[in-house]
C-alpha cells in the first residue's frame, strides 16, 4: 500500500489542510454571540458587532437553540463518522465525503451571518441562524472527521502522527491568534463590522481541498479496503460499542471534556473578558495574546521534552494547573480591582498569557495525537479500521462539554447584570440593567464576565486530578496490553514491527520551532506594522510606509530608529493640534534592543498605536 505522506513538506501542508475551515469555525465561537446580541461588549468593540449596538435575535432564545446546534454537532459524529469509515468507492472513503461537503460548508457558514430579518425581525433572526449553523456543523463535520479519519492511513508510524498533530497545533496556534488577537485591531483599524470581515476571510476555506490531493485512496492505491477486505468493516453500533469500551480512550476522554469545558466557556467570553472586565481596546487585546501565543511553539518544543522525560501524564497535568492559574489573572487584573490603573492590567494580563501558553498549544494537540495513537495501535491489531469513529466519539464529547459552558451556561449568565451595592437583575443590555437597578451604567457588572474565570480554573483542577486515571504514556505497547485484556484472542506480537517503533527525531527541530515561534509571534504583528505605518503617514503626511515596513521587516534594530521617528512625527503632530502627547523615545529604544524586528516589538507597536488612536479620536470630535 502506498503511504501519502512521503516527505516533509506533504507532512506540513497535511497540517494545514484545516486551517481555513478551523480559523473560521473559531472566529464563529468567539463573536458569532457577539455579533448578534452585544448586550456585554465594551465600548471599545463596536466593530464586533453586526450593526453597533442592534440585538438581531431573542436573548433568551437564542443561547438555548445555538446550544442545542452544538449538541447536534456532536451527536451527528458518529453516524458520520460511520459513514466515511465504511464508504467504499473507486475514489475512496475519505475524499468524496469532503469534496461533497465543501461548498454547502461555505455558503452555510456565510449565510450564518446574514439576519435577514433585520433589527426587527429578531425571532425570524433567531430560527434563520438557528438552522444554518446545523448545516454547517454538519458540513464541516464531516468534512473534519474524514480529514482527521485520514491519519491512520496517510501517516507511517508514531513519529510522522506526532509531527503532523505538531503541525497541525501549531496552524491551530495561529487560527487563535489571529482570530483574538488581529481580528480586534484589524477591526478597528479597517473600520469595518465583524460580518464584513468574515466575508473576506471565507477564501481561507480552500485549505479543506487540500486532503483531495494529498490522501492516496481509492482502487488506484488499495485505500479504502478492496472487496477482498470488506466482510472486516465495522458495523455502526460495532464500532460505537467498541469505541466506548475502550479504556485508554474513555479515561482521557474524562480529562478531555474537563479541558474543553472550560476552554470554551473561556474563548467564548475572552472578548467580553479582555474588553468590558479589564477596560482594553483592540490594542490590548493583541498585547495579552501576543504574551499567551507566540510562545506556543517553543512551548511545544519544552513539551516534548518534558513528555520524554516524565511521561505524557504528568506534562498535561502541569499544563492543566498552568491554565487554571493563568485564568484568574483575568479577575485579578480586571476593572473591579484595579479601575482605571492600567498599568497593572496589563502586568498582571501579559505574565498570565505566559503562564496559559504552556497549557495552549498542548489542548490543541493532544486530542489529535492521543485519538490517532489509540486508534492506529487498534487497527494494526484488529485489522478494524474504524478510526474516524474515534474522533467522532471525541467530538461528540468535547460539543456537548463545549455546548453547556460556552452556548448555554455563559450565554445565560451574560445576561445578567449586578451593581456594587447587591442588586441584580436579568437584561438584554446594560443600560435595560441600569435603569431596572436604578444605577448608572458605569456601576453594573457583568455576572458571566466575573464567574467566568472561576469555572474555568474548578474545571481544570478537576482535569488534573481525572488525569491520576491515565496511562504514563500512551505508547503502542501499553495500548496494545489494554485493548487485549478486552480481547485475549488479540496478537501482541505484530506490535514489535519496526514501524511501531517509537524513533528518535532530533534533528531540524530547533530550527522548526524557532521558525513556528517567529510566525506565531510576530504574523499579526507584520500586519499590525503595515497598518500603523499607513497611519503615521496619513497623520503626519511624513515617511514611506512600503518601504519602512519593508526594512523594519527585514533589518535587525531598524525598527528602533523607525520607533523613535514616528514616535517624534506623532508627537509633533500632536502638539500642533493641541493634544497633550508624551515622548516614548527611551522605552522604545529599551524595547528595540530587546525586540531588534519591528513586527515583533509589539510593545513598542502599542505605544505608537495608542498615539495614533489619540490623534484620530480628536479628528473624530472636531468633526462631530
Known sequence: MIKSLNSKWKEFLFGFSGFGPNFLMVLMGAYYMGALNPVNLGANEGYQAILGGTCFILPALFPILYALAKVFDGIIDIPFAHITDTLSTKWGRRRPAIAVCFIPMVLSFALCWLPIGGADGQLLNTIWSF?????????????????????????????????????????????????????????????????????????????????????????????????????????????????????PFMRWQAVNCCTFFGLQMFLASMNSLIGDGMGMSGVGMAIL???????????????????????????????????????????????????????????????GGMVGSWA???????????????SSVEEKLTKKNHSAMYFAANAVFSSIVGALSGSLIYGLIRMVFINKSGGITWAESAEEAAATLGVAESQLL???????????????ILGAILAFRMPKE???????????????????????????????????????????????GGIFGFIWSAFLLRSVKALTGKGKPALLWALSSCLPFFGLFLACKADEALCGEAKSRGVACKSKKVFHILFGCVLPILPLNFLSLALLQSKANKLYAEEEKAAT
Open 289 to 351: 495574546n501576543t504574551c499567551a501565543f507566540a510562545p506556543v511553539p517553543v512551548m511545544l518544543y519544552l513539551f516534548n521534552k518534558v513528555k520524554a522525560k516524565k511521561g505524557i501524564r504528568f506534562t498535561y497535568q502541569t499544563c492543566l494547573i498552568a491554565f487554571a492559574v493563568s485564568i484568574l489573572s483575568f479577575f485579578f487584573g480586571s476593572s473591579l480591582i484595579w479601575g482605571d490603573n492600567s498599568m497593572p492590567k496589563y502586568i498582571i494580563g501579559c505574565v
Open 360 to 374: 495552549i498549544g498542548a489542548f490543541f494537540m493532544m486530542p489529535y495525537l492521543v485519538t490517532a495513537q489509540i
Open 446 to 460: 457583568n455576572l458571566g464576565t466575573l464567574l467566568v474565570p472561576f469555572i474555568v480554573c474548578i474545571a481544570c
Open 131 to 247: 438552522f444554518w449553523s446545523i448545516i454547517f456543523f454538519a458540513t464541516y463535520t464531516m468534512s473534519l472527521i474524514s480529514f482527521y479519519g485520514s491519519l491512520s492511513t496517510t501517516c507511517v508510524d508514531e513519529p510522522q502522527r506526532l509531527r503532523v498533530s505538531g503541525y497541525k497545533s501549531f496552524f491551530d496556534t495561529i487560527s487563535y491568534c489571529l482570530v483574538y488577537a488581529l481580528v480586534p485591531l484589524l477591526l478597528e483599524t479597517l473600520k469595518i463590522q465583524i460580518d464584513t470581515f468574515v466575508f473576506l476571510s471565507l477564501p481561507l476555506m480552500l485549505t479543506m481541498l487540500i486532503p483531495l490531493f494529498l490522501i492516496k485512496e481509492g482502487a488506484k492505491y488499495g485505500y479504502p479496503e478492496n472487496e477482498g477486505l470488506a466482510p472486516q468493516r465495522v458495523k455502526l453500533f460495532e464500532s460505537l460499542r467498541i469505541t466506548l469500551k475502550n479504556k
Open 474 to 520: 500512551y505508547t503502542p505497547q501499553l495500548v496494545g496490553k489494554e485493548l487485549k485484556e478486552q480481547d485475549p484472542s488479540i496478537d501482541l506480537s505484530v506490535l514489535d514491527l519496526d514501524e511501531y517503533k517509537v524513533k528518535e527525531e532530533k534533528e531540524e527541530i530547533g530550527f522548526v520551532q524557532i521558525g513556528l515561534w517567529v510566525l506565531s
